[in-house]
């Protein structure tokens, strides 16, 4: 049990294009979902929390109008890209979590991550 | 908010020998502490945690201690296996609500042959 996947695993576009990242969470339904941001051999830094059926909460310096977040349902987050630029490259983690999947914890439980490439 | 550091950001020990990586976080409140394993180019997954109200949980190999006066949490894993060659992130996090998780600088992981 709580599986999250994502969609794509990997994308390359061209600059100025706008590129759209799936996370859904399979056997549980999070009201909770985080994006994070990987750059090579660095930590996950948090890009925005969003919950069910309403707007997103971003982190401090992040772009709300470059990364587009939709949390529509409860198995469904989409992060998308506008504009894409070769400094948005990096992989992209999303995870979920319901705080009445486990009581006592707010586990999250991580997407597999997309490599997004910007040429 | 919260802040995590991590100590060392690479360790290389030889196989069967132990590996311990600690922590350190800035903010009282936080009450849960979980460990996350990453190999390359995959996902973060969780290998331990440990609640504000245990001082120590062990996992076979893996064992986490905490230390609530000093701020401090430690992962160690004995007998070492190149397998566990890796990255480790540890993280804390008041729970509660779909609060955010913070994560340490991560720490690389080489097992030697």
């Known amino acids: 049990g709580a599986v999250v996947s994502q969609h794509p695993s990997r994308v390359i576009c061209k600059s100025g294009t706008s590129v759209k990242i799936e996370c859904r969470s399979l056997?549980?339904?999070?009201?909770?979902m985080f994006w994070y941001r990987q750059f090579p051999k660095q930590s996950l830094m948090l890009m925005a929390t969003?919950?069910?059926?309403?707007?997103?909460?971003?982190e401090q310096g992040v772009e709300k109008d470059k990364f587009l977040i939709n949390h529509a349902s409860l198995t469904l987050s989409t992060l998308t890209v506008t504009s894409a630029h070769p400094e948005d490259s990096s992989f992209y983690i999303c995870?979920?979590?319901?705080?009445?999947?486990?009581?006592?914890?707010?586990?999250?439980?991580f997407g597999p991550g997309t490599r997004l490439t910007v040429l | 908010g919260e802040n995590v550091e991590q100590h060392p950001s690479t360790l290389s020990v030889q196989e069967g020998d132990s590996a311990v990586i600690k922590c350190t976080y800035s903010?009282?409140?936080?009450?849960?502490f979980p460990w996350y394993k990453q190999e390359l180019g995959k996902r973060p997954q969780l290998i331990i945690d440990?609640?504000?109200?245990?001082g120590e949980k062990k996992d076979q190999r893996i064992a986490v201690t905490l230390n609530k006066t000093a701020k401090h949490f430690s992962l160690h894993i004995t007998e070492t296996q190149p397998e566990d060659s890796a990255v480790y992130f540890c993280a804390a996090i008041l729970t509660g609500g779909g609060n955010k998780l913070t994560f340490g600088t991560g720490t690389q992981l080489k097992v030697e042959l």
């Open positions: 056997d549980f339904q999070a009201t909770t």
């Open positions: 903010d009282s409140a936080s009450n849960y």
């Open positions: 440990i609640r504000s109200n245990v």
């Open positions: 995870s979920a979590s319901s705080p009445g999947r486990s009581v006592l914890t707010d586990t999250q439980y």
């Open positions: 969003s919950n069910e059926g309403s707007k997103a909460t971003y």
